[in-house]
């Protein structure tokens, strides 16, 4: 559980760091987003540190719960339900990134 905490938190971080630019160049917000956005991307960078293996392996198992989250914030923050392919592909993704991290050692 502490090893899927982590990576929640580490996509969240990314998340903000890239929505916040995006509201700026996108939606025409003010240009101080950034200041926080990059203050996201370096908490990002710190969580992604905390992992105990190897980084590889913790980037690549990543990438799964970062699919899920950001169709999380689909959802929530952009008001798009996700679609039937859209949970089978986070089902795919996790069972990828579990296989990764929780692999017998």
Not at 25 to 37: C, D, N, T
Not at 42 to 48: M, N, P, Q, R, V
Not at 56 to 66: D, E, K, L, M, N
Request: hydrophobic share 60%; glycine share 10%; aromatic share 14%.
């Amino acid at each position: 559980m502490k090893t899927l905490a982590l990576f929640l938190a580490t996509a969240l971080a990314e998340i903000v760091g890239c929505y916040l630019p995006y509201l700026w160049l996108k939606q025409g917000r003010s240009i101080w987003l950034l200041v926080p956005a990059a203050a996201s991307l370096a908490l990002f960078a710190w969580l992604l540190t905390l992992h105990e293996t190897a980084a590889g392996r913790v980037y690549a198992a990543y990438g799964g719960v970062y699919i899920a989250v950001a169709l999380g914030w689909l959802w929530a923050v952009d008001g798009i339900r996700p679609t039937a392919w859209d949970v089978a592909g986070v089902a795919v993704a996790l069972t990828g990134m579990g296989i990764i991290m929780f692999q017998p050692r």
